[in-house]
């Protein structure tokens, strides 16, 4: 399109997005926020692509160069962050914790610049596992916000100051909408899906997610969530409990066995089983049936009907009820997502 003057016009500036690299970040997750987000100039037109990309996206760190990240494959840091004063998207990619979990106070260079950043207007954005390092900014305290699943207490164990939920895909907080998180692994198309549609529309979001057959997490991460219930608690009692009705959760009545076990009054033992495990005795139980329901779903062709009654439940409509409320899928939906597919079976030996 050309202007009155003669000189041809230009699409809005492209908004610049920091995608902080560190030696803890995984390279599936930064380089698949670095190319989708960069995608632009090759995804065909299709309604709301616009040519003029709408991000520009640089990889930063502490310093510029080669940098070694958790999975030993090298990349390059393209500028480092003493260097940038303004920037409008910062995203911290999912870290990898080691045995000694998340070291503290490792990185203050960039905790500092990630504060300062979000100071000056920008969102700030961690996928996955990132969120760790930008807990250390303390803009996030008092913000709900979400993590990997499997890093959650360690999470809620290093700051308890910010309410953590993994079961959610993204959490959006902040007075200016400006704190964003996504939880496990993948859900960092999600993260990059709802930045293209908040800044390049519904649509741009649409044929991008089309294109890379990217996926929205609609269903939440339930079921994906693996129960194992918390067993640091440190009462004997109740740990031999738990160690009993981890093969005997099936049968007719297991709280007052349950009971038996500990070696306690019905009421101590309720009152002491829900202070050590954050769960009432039934509602554990539960999810622990619904737990081996969910791996005899994907393992077997086994009737729903007939796994109610294998984990436990006599009424399968109070089966498939629960199960849904748990996970957030009927029994139905859960296999076909779950189950391994046929294609990727192994197949069968000829002579």
Wanted: hydrophobic share 40%.
């Amino acid at each position: 399109m050309q202007r009155s003057d003669g000189q041809m016009a230009r699409g809005p500036k492209p908004l610049h997005v920091s995608l902080v690299a560190l030696p803890e970040a995984a390279v599936s997750t930064l380089s698949g926020i670095f190319d989708v987000m960069n995608a632009f100039s090759i995804v065909p037109e299709d309604g709301g692509i616009r040519k003029t990309p709408p991000f520009q996206v640089e990889i930063v760190g502490e310093r510029q160069g080669p940098l070694m990240l958790a999975s030993h494959v090298p990349i390059v840091v393209q500028r480092p962050v003493g260097d940038i004063e303004q920037t409008d998207i910062v995203i911290v990619p999912s870290v990898v914790l080691g045995p000694q979990g998340w070291v503290k106070g490792r990185y203050p260079a960039l905790v500092d610049w990630c504060r300062r950043m979000h100071g000056k207007g920008a969102l700030v954005c961690s996928a996955c596992s990132g969120i760790f390092l930008l807990a250390e900014t303390r803009i996030f305290d008092g913000a709900d916000a979400t993590v990997h699943f499997g890093y959650a207490q360690t999470f809620r164990d290093a700051y308890p100051q910010i309410p953590i939920h993994p079961e959610q895909v993204l959490v959006v907080a902040g007075q200016r909408d400006e704190l964003i998180t996504s939880g496990a692994s993948m859900t960092w198309h999600d993260l990059v899906l709802y930045l293209i549609a908040r800044h390049a529309g519904a649509t741009a979001a649409q044929t991008v997610a089309r294109y890379f057959a990217l996926q929205w997490h609609q269903d939440g991460l339930a079921p994906y969530m693996v129960f194992e219930g918390r067993r640091d608690h440190g009462d004997q009692a109740i740990q031999t409990a738990q160690d009993w009705l981890a093969t005997h959760f099936s049968v007719a009545n297991p709280l007052e066995e349950m009971v038996k076990q500990a070696g306690l009054k019905e009421r101590t033992f309720k009152r002491r089983f829900t202070q050590a495990t954050g769960m009432s005795p039934i509602a554990y139980v539960q999810r622990l049936r619904i737990e081996e329901a969910k791996r005899r779903l994907e393992r077997t062709e086994v009737s729903v009907d007939e796994i109610s009654w294998q984990v436990g439940y006599e009424e399968p409509a109070f089966f498939r009820r629960l199960f849904k409320r748990v996970t957030g899928l009927t029994a139905g939906s859960y296999r076909r997502r779950f189950q391994v597919p046929t294609y990727a079976k192994s197949p069968s030996r000829t002579p």
